[in-house]
């Protein structure tokens, strides 16, 4: 007796469609699992065993030969429980697995308790997604998991608690109904820390342009200066999510039993963290912070206190917007595209150059600010200095323009995406090399103006192709079809750090 049922195998944030192949034959009474399964999924036979005993279902008294296909991809989790467990009774005809019945059009997911309740997994939202690409018709999961489902279209979501209660319905006894179709609500837009930001209108603009165009940026200034709000202002700039970033983002959450955020994720590390944590690893392969904060923002305070190594991790997704991780046996590629923001001050103490409060040694400053020879400060768009407000500035009423700077940046959003509208990238922040002379070519005006620039600040490669996506974006932002004079001697102004790196020998 032989029976194949759908199920999936959650490899980091996306869904592996995977057979469960069971056979049963005469023999001495054996239960055995095979194709790569973990430590968690061979344990599953006793709970399984348990289960359909604790339900009054049959076990059966013969050899049991469990498959879980393809063979090669390793299987980790509880969530093989379930339908291993009904694999086992379509293979008794306890439950119908004919072409059209309900069993062959359903992908089962879920752990089993000893008394035969469904208890809920992780990735779930994962899972619909993968049942509606195999182009089956619904998802048998536990009912906890029904809400997080609940969000893919196309395909129905069944709640079940019990294995009896999944035996009756697949048999047609009992008549379950599917689970509501859920739309995200997308998250209110707090415009509160964007307009705390007092006496600084450079600051607004230069996080303005960032969100419009999603450009890295690097703030620099002492202690106090409103570093960590600006970043988090950058953030309520950013439109809500649309369904389909919602999905994604959900789906990255879900798989790591996380919640799944109703607004775009803020993601602040500390710099305590490793390499690993930041991009992902070990194994299986887990989301590190660059994937969750996908679709938002990565803010990393104080960054020249990270880890060379830590910081070196970050040059693939800040320029391909993805992270690759290969280990034995599994490799995965992950999204992370966001928008990366940085705060760092300009010496240990914080108050260089104001050389009454500043007491570190020119060798010191050398040394705190060595990571500004990093590569990974090359692929910096814009660098903006902060610095104490005058009193009269913090104390007045918030300007009334911070209401409309989240509907320029909407609006400029809009029209990069119809610019990139069929092509692999959807911001100006993404443009590749090849493509930056099709969207970005500057005038003849421009030209000198650009190599100027290009001589002056000693620029790369990448940086003068980085100046010229950031004057895309301020034309855009101005509803320019084309880049002016103005718009690139602000992209250039906007991005220069020299002033930053720049020590004296003594004081």
């Not at 005058?390 to 989240?406: E, F, R």
Request: proline share 8%.
């Amino acid at each position: 007796m032989f029976c194949t049922i759908h199920t999936c195998t959650q490899q980091a944030a996306s869904g592996i469609p995977t057979t469960v192949e069971t056979a049963l034959y005469n023999g001495m009474p054996y239960f055995s699992i095979v194709g790569l399964p973990g430590n968690t999924v061979r344990e599953s036979k006793e709970r399984i065993r348990a289960a359909l005993l604790g339900c009054g279902l049959p076990f059966p008294s013969r050899r049991i030969t469990v498959n879980l296909a393809p063979a090669h991809i390793r299987k980790e989790g509880a969530s093989f429980d379930f339908p291993i467990a009904v694999s086992i009774l379509a293979s008794e005809k306890t439950v119908p697995s004919d072409t059209g019945s309900l069993l062959s059009e359903s992908l089962l997911a879920g752990e089993l308790s000893l008394s035969g309740e469904l208890r809920p997994v992780p990735g779930t939202l994962v899972m619909a997604v993968c049942a509606r690409s195999m182009g089956l018709k619904r998802i048998l999961l536990p009912v906890e998991n029904a809400k997080d489902a609940s969000y893919v279209s196309g395909i129905e979501v069944i709640g079940i608690h019990t294995l009896s209660e999944a035996v009756d319905y697949l048999q047609g006894r009992r008549d379950i109904a599917p689970c509501p179709h859920r739309r995200p609500v997308p998250g209110h837009q707090d415009l509160t820390p964007l307009m705390a930001i007092r006496g600084q209108p450079e600051v607004q603009r230069a996080l303005t342009i960032a969100a419009a165009g999603h450009h890295s940026v690097l703030l620099w200034g002492p202690p106090g200066t409103g570093k960590t709000m600006a970043a988090k202002a950058l953030l309520s700039l950013l439109p809500p999510l649309r369904d389909e970033e919602f999905l994604e983002v959900a789906a990255i959450y879900d798989s790591m039993g996380l919640e799944t955020p109703s607004s775009r994720p803020f993601r602040a590390p500390h710099h305590t963290i490793s390499p690993f944590t930041l991009v992902g690893g070990r194994y299986p392969v887990k989301a590190g912070e660059v994937t969750l904060a996908h679709k938002g923002v990565l803010f990393m305070d104080e960054i020249a206190e990270y880890s060379r190594f830590t910081l070196e991790a970050l040059r693939q997704p800040l320029e391909s917007h993805r992270i690759e991780i290969d280990r034995t046996g599994q490799s995965v590629e992950l999204p992370a595209h966001f928008i990366f923001i940085a705060s760092m001050n300009p010496c240990p103490c914080g108050y260089y150059p104001d050389r009454t409060r500043c007491q570190c040694t020119p060798g010191e400053i050398r040394h705190y600010l060595k990571h500004l020879q990093s590569p990974l400060f090359d692929r910096i768009d814009i660098g903006i200095h902060m610095d104490v407000p005058d009193y009269d500035a913090l104390c007045k009423a918030p300007d009334p323009v911070c209401t409309s700077l989240a509907a320029q940046v909407e609006q400029a959003s809009r029209i990069q995406e119809e610019r990139f509208h069929g092509l692999d990238f959807s911001c100006n922040g993404e443009i590749p090399p090849e493509r930056i002379q099709d969207f970005c070519a500057p005038d003849s005006d421009g030209e000198k103006i650009m190599r100027q620039a290009y001589e002056v600040y000693q620029l790369s490669a990448r940086g003068y192709h980085r100046i010229l996506k950031t004057a895309r974006t301020i034309a855009d932002l101005a509803g320019s079809q084309e880049i002016k004079t103005e718009h690139l001697c602000e992209a250039i102004s906007l991005r220069s750090l020299d002033a930053l790196s720049k020590v004296p020998e003594t004081y």
